[in-house]
């Protein structure tokens, strides 16, 4: 399904703030693998999700998505096939336009010059709906007015209007209050179940990293350093999951080891 | 001043208002709905001015339209281009552009900076002859003019709704969710900026027409015009569909030309045009942002104030 294979992005390269953000990566996602991706602040999550919608083209190494090399293809090529959720509510939205324009492009149905026909606000409409949000009755206020929690439902939406390939949530819930990113997760795993997506989620809540999904990674310092699923990863706890952090990450990770504990005390006291 | 004055007044100013009126609904393509300010506005229109009293001039009025319009389609292609493939800021992109069609519009008009259409056949000059003894008789500019910016108002109301038109708003919107979309925000910048150039370029023909002569200075400082134009139209009609925007755009640009032929007859010069659009737009633009400055500003008056005593009763 997705096959990255040794992929590796160095940022200013050559100069004192040259860093290695991805070391000679490599993944290996099949259909219907729902991967959660858990690590420190900057342990590389973020930039390799962006690595496969292609915000930047990788230094070295290839990458397959769906039988396709996409390497150099650019992002909004990739965007065929991947769906996106940022965790800034704001960046999958035009604000000043309304729900169904928004909801059009998304779904891209019709030529360049066609318009919105009473058949898609239909089918907009059913698919609103389901989000339970009143966003139905909506439809033609611009979505600047919206909550970031309605917002950020309405981005998952147009993610998945055409089911895509490959669905990428880089911490979609973490700027929402506790009740809409409950919401804003429930959505998410129905919608993931039910259009039987495969999914790539990066989440700073250790304990529902280990929930959802059926397989874990972490990665530290641009690498994995953890990939398990299945029954080894069925009776895991955070506690193991730090424990494998501090051996695989070596000594010297004091502060990230810190940062990954309080993430997840703050990531419990968002998830009660 | 009788009526008769008045309406005269009222005329000129609907005219050129609506004439000018094209370029404003080219920024309100290119600086309200693409969120790109285009410089290249003044070249463009003096480009469109200059092709088609070329063309007119050799002989085909008629032509005279879609090869200004064709012209400015190109000026648009260019500024698109260096700032989507060539890493220039868009408003550099403008002036680089600009300031190249200086001598580009010399150059079309061949090794002049002055052109005269007095005797040339125009689309002026045929609409007056179709109008000859009928209601409309020596009202060709009006009807010209209203012809051009119905028709465009109208392709805007329809474009913007399609796909692509959409494609368009958003990328001066949210260029990620554009390409989110599986749409290229370089192709909706492009074709943005080839379609509104070319109502400049519109614009720049039938005023060079009307007048019935072209210079080189014809389109300096009518960004600056058409921006203060559209801010005022903005302030009338500013919310609502596409098509009321679009109408409030040329609104603005008629209210522009009236203020403007007033203050004329009571004896302002006419140089202070620019002056004049300078000044409207900063207060269209600064006017929002400084009220929204006020209440820093009061509570910082109010504050230095309090602490001041405070500070005062402390060193005494």
Not at chain 1, 88 to 98: I, K, L, W
Not at chain 2, 50 to 60: D, K, N, Q, R, T
Not at chain 2, 72 to 90: E, P
Request: with cysteine; net charge positive.
């Amino acid at each position: 399904m997705l096959e990255i294979s040794g992929i590796s992005k160095t940022f200013n390269p050559g100069t004192v703030n040259a860093r290695l953000a991805l070391d000679r990566v490599s993944l290996s996602v099949r259909e219907g693998d729902f991967i959660t991706i858990i690590g420190a602040n900057g342990a590389g999550k973020s930039t390799l999700l962006n690595a496969i919608s292609g915000d930047f083209i990788t230094d070295e190494g290839k990458i397959v998505l769906d039988g396709d090399d996409v390497t150099l293809a650019p992002p909004h090529m990739r965007a065929r096939r991947i769906g996106r959720l940022y965790q800034d509510p704001m960046r999958g939205t035009a604000p000043g336009m309304s729900i169904e324009e928004n909801l059009t492009l998304a779904a891209g149905y019709g030529g360049w010059l066609s318009h919105i026909t009473a058949a898609d606000r239909k089918r907009f409409r059913e698919k609103l709906a389901l989000l339970d949000m009143g966003l139905e009755d909506r439809m033609s206020q611009p979505v600047g007015l919206l909550s970031g929690g309605q917002r950020q439902a309405l981005t998952l939406m147009m993610a998945t209007i055409n089911p895509p390939k490959l669905l990428l949530l880089d911490e979609h819930t973490a700027a929402l209050d506790p009740g809409a990113a409950d919401k804003v997760l429930s959505l998410t795993e129905s919608i993931v179940r039910e259009q039987r997506l495969t999914c790539l989620m990066v989440t700073h809540n250790m304990q529902s990293a280990l929930d959802l999904g059926n397989r874990t990674i972490m990665m530290n310092q641009g690498r994995i350093i953890f990939d398990e699923e299945g029954s080894a990863r069925a009776g895991l706890t955070v506690g193991d999951l730090l424990d494998r952090f501090r051996q695989d990450a070596g000594k010297n990770l004091d502060n990230d080891r810190m940062l990954l504990s309080e993430e997840q005390g703050g990531g419990r006291h968002a998830h009660a | 001043m009788n009526a008769a004055a008045i309406s005269g007044l009222v005329f000129t100013a609907l005219e050129l208002g609506l004439i000018s009126g094209l370029t404003v609904l080219a920024l309100f393509l290119s600086y309200s709905m693409l969120n790109v300010c285009d410089l290249s506005t003044d070249g463009c229109f003096t480009l469109g001015a200059a092709v088609g009293a070329v063309v007119a001039i050799s002989g085909h009025p008629y032509l005279s339209i879609p090869a200004a319009m064709g012209a400015g389609v190109v000026s648009g292609f260019v500024t698109a281009l260096l700032q989507t493939r060539m890493g220039i800021n868009s408003l550099l992109a403008g002036i680089i552009v600009n300031t190249g069609l200086y001598s580009v519009n010399i150059a079309v008009m061949g090794n002049s900076s002055l052109l005269n259409m007095n005797k040339t056949e125009t689309v002026f000059t045929k609409m007056k002859a179709l109008l000859d003894g009928t209601p409309l008789d020596g009202q060709s500019k009006l009807v010209i003019a209203l012809i051009a910016v119905a028709l465009v108002i109208l392709f805007l109301a329809l474009f913007l709704r399609t796909r692509l038109g959409l494609a368009i708003r958003a990328t001066g919107n949210n260029p990620d969710m554009v390409r989110s979309s599986s749409i290229n925000p370089v192709m909706t910048t492009t074709v943005g900026l080839c379609i509104s150039n070319s109502f400049t370029g519109l614009s720049g023909c039938l005023l060079a027409q009307s007048q019935k002569s072209v210079n080189i200075d014809i389109g300096t400082g009518m960004v600056t015009v058409a921006l203060a134009s559209l801010l005022i139209g903005n302030a009338f009609l500013g919310k609502g569909k596409i098509a009321v925007r679009a109408i409030g755009a040329v609104l603005g640009a008629f209210i522009f030309r009236l203020v403007y032929t007033i203050a004329l007859r009571f004896n302002m010069p006419a140089f202070m045009l620019k002056m004049v659009s300078s000044v409207i737009v900063i207060i269209a633009i600064a006017g929002p942002y400084l009220k929204e400055q006020f209440p820093l500003l009061r509570r910082r008056l109010t504050h230095g104030r309090t602490e001041g005593r405070r500070g005062g009763r402390a060193d005494a």
